[in-house]
């Protein structure tokens, strides 16, 4: 049943990350807006629009893929992702100080770590050494 629910969470998380995609690729200025960024001219759109639709799309395939397959392997992408993502962030507030608000996207990207790492714990998967062998 653990597994079940498991799977389950990961699927949603990767559901909600895909929509975070398309809105980047749909409506990056307006998706930008809710991270606390601006693009400033065309350049700055196609990076919004390049960036963060592969971040979060990527990272919706490789949970929503995986939890489909039952292959914990692919989950090992998004952890990857969100914790360096939540490493940079932890660098920025220990270098430039809290912001209004930034425990929220630390808290999202921490439990996407936690989730990813426990479904691939539980989940079928490959020892480390055959990945990376």
């Known amino acids: 049943m653990m597994r079940l629910i498991l799977t389950a969470l990961v699927f949603l998380a990767g559901l909600f990350d895909l929509f975070l995609a398309i809105g980047f690729l749909t409506g990056p200025e307006q998706a930008a807006m809710g991270f606390g960024i601006a693009a400033t001219g065309v350049g700055g759109v196609s990076t919004i629009r390049a ?14 893929w995986g939890a489909w397959r039952r292959n914990a392997d692919l989950m ?8 360096t993502s939540f490493v940079g962030r932890a660098i920025n507030l220990a270098v430039t100080g809290a ?13 996407h770590v936690v989730l990813m790492l426990a479904a691939w714990r539980l989940l079928p998967h490959h020892k480390l050494g055959e990945i990376a062998g």
């Not at 960036?51 to 929503?64: I, L, P, R, W, Y």
């Not at 090992?76 to 914790?83: D, E, Q, R, S």
């Not at 912001?99 to 439990?111: F, H, I, R, S």
């Open 51 to 64: 960036d963060f639709t592969s971040f979060f799309g990527v990272a919706a395939f490789c949970m929503m």
């Open 76 to 83: 090992l992408v998004p952890a990857l992702l969100f914790g």
């Open 99 to 111: 912001y209004p608000g930034w425990p929220v996207p630390m808290a999202v990207e921490a439990a």
